[in-house]
């Protein structure tokens, strides 16, 4: 362990969409381009924006298009990668109006949060995705699959991992799935286990798709990071300060916190690229517009220190 020389790892920030979606205060619009715009600023390089949902499903993601519409061009233009998370046909013809390049897709191993959560059954979501997955092949977009609950369900308990890859193999044959985004939707995966699930998807799959997205609920997400990286997963997401919870899944707390992913991988001799003190601004920018103090004990020792010096 520790010997290996890390190759380049994707981070993946989801705090502008994963972190403020479980916000009940509204958020104003620009205080939502003003945080993605720092989250840029301070070096993230891949930053989902934003989703085309429902607007009774999830209230703070309704200004999804004025959102995706001021950051998109401005930030594409200096080469970041802006993408939305999309449920359904109408959601992509929204994006697509707005010359979305990097779709997200969702569907998860369990039957019963699918329901809770997109109000279809597997099959259903299989269905109602491929078509906006065809057409988004058609015009060269990115597609990235969410597996939600690979690691436990909130209603379901424990998934088996033939039930992992049997998702995995559906988002690749039949969504196009340029990468496939693990998700431990509640927070309860422990290192075994997620050896386990990575040592079963590389062996029918290979890894070179396969990205990890954990919440931290149980405190596991940088040890399950650490057994990734030394499995040979690459990519990761994140949320700045921890942000976040699923409106679906009760109880589960916010994504691992940027910080405390780029301190790990700094400290393993990987270069992430991100300013801290930027990014530490950016976090601080949104949590005082949520009221709320970040769970990222690096990002909290960090402005501390800050604040004595
Ligand atoms: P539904 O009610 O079954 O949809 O919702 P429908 O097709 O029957 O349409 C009902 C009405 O909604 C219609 O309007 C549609 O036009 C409208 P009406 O005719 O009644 O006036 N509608 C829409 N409006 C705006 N945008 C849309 C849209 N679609 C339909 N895209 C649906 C099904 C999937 C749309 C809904 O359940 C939904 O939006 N769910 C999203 C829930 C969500 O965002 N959950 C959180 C994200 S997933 C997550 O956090 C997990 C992840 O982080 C990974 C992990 O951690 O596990 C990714
Ligand atoms: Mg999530």
Do not use: W
């Given at each position: 362990m520790f010997e290996q020389?890390?190759?380049?790892?994707?981070?993946?920030?989801?705090?502008?969409?994963?972190?403020?979606?479980?916000?009940?205060?509204?958020?104003?619009?620009?205080?939502?381009?003003?945080?993605?715009?720092?989250?840029?600023?301070?070096?993230?390089?891949?930053?989902?924006?934003?989703?085309?949902?429902?607007?009774?499903?999830?209230?703070?993601?309704?200004?999804?298009?004025?959102?995706?519409?001021?950051?998109?061009?401005?930030?594409?233009?200096?080469?970041k990668v802006i993408s939305a998370l999309i449920p359904n046909m109408k959601g992509f013809e929204q994006a697509l109006a707005l010359g979305i390049k990097d779709i997200a897709l969702f569907t998860a191993t369990s039957e019963l949060f699918n329901k809770k959560n997109i109000n279809a059954t597997?099959?259903?979501?299989?269905?109602?995705?491929?078509?906006v997955a065809q057409e988004a092949k058609k015009r060269g977009i990115n597609i990235r699959v969410y597996i939600s609950t690979a690691f436990g369900?909130?209603?379901?308990?424990?998934?088996?991992?033939?039930?992992?890859?049997?998702?995995?193999?559906?988002?690749?044959?039949?969504?196009?799935?340029?990468?496939?985004?693990?998700?431990?939707?509640?927070?309860?995966?422990?290192?075994?286990?997620?050896?386990?699930?990575?040592?079963?998807?590389?062996k029918d799959f290979g890894l070179k798709k396969c990205a990890l997205h954990f919440h931290d609920t149980r405190g596991m997400a940088l040890c399950n990071i650490l057994t990734a990286l030394e499995n040979e997963i690459y990519i990761f997401d994140s949320a700045a300060g921890g942000l976040g919870g699923c409106p679906y899944a009760k109880g589960a707390t916010g994504n691992v916190?940027?910080?405390?992913?780029?301190?790990?991988?700094?400290s393993l001799g990987v270069s992430t690229g991100i300013d801290m003190d930027k990014l530490s601004q950016a976090s601080s920018f949104i949590f005082e517009k949520i009221?709320?103090?970040?769970?990222?004990?690096?990002?909290?020792?960090?402005?501390?220190?800050k604040q004595s010096v």
């Open positions: 020389k890390y190759p380049e790892i994707k981070i993946v920030e989801v705090g502008p969409r994963d972190g403020l979606q479980n916000e009940k205060k509204a958020i104003a619009t620009e205080d939502k381009i003003s945080f993605i715009n720092a989250l840029a600023e301070a070096g993230l390089q891949n930053i989902e924006a934003t989703s085309f949902v429902k607007p009774q499903a999830v209230a703070q993601m309704s200004d999804s298009s004025e959102v995706f519409e001021q950051v998109f061009s401005p930030l594409s233009q200096k080469g597997i099959d259903e979501s299989f269905e109602r995705q491929k078509l369900c909130p209603y379901e308990g424990e998934i088996p991992v033939s039930q992992v890859l049997n998702i995995y193999k559906r988002a690749l044959e039949e969504l196009s799935a340029d990468e496939v985004a693990v998700s431990d939707t509640i927070g309860s995966a422990t290192p075994k286990h997620v050896q386990t699930v990575i040592k079963a998807v590389k916190a940027t910080e405390d992913l780029v301190y790990l991988l700094e009221e709320k103090s970040s769970t990222s004990k690096f990002l909290t020792s960090y402005l501390k220190a």
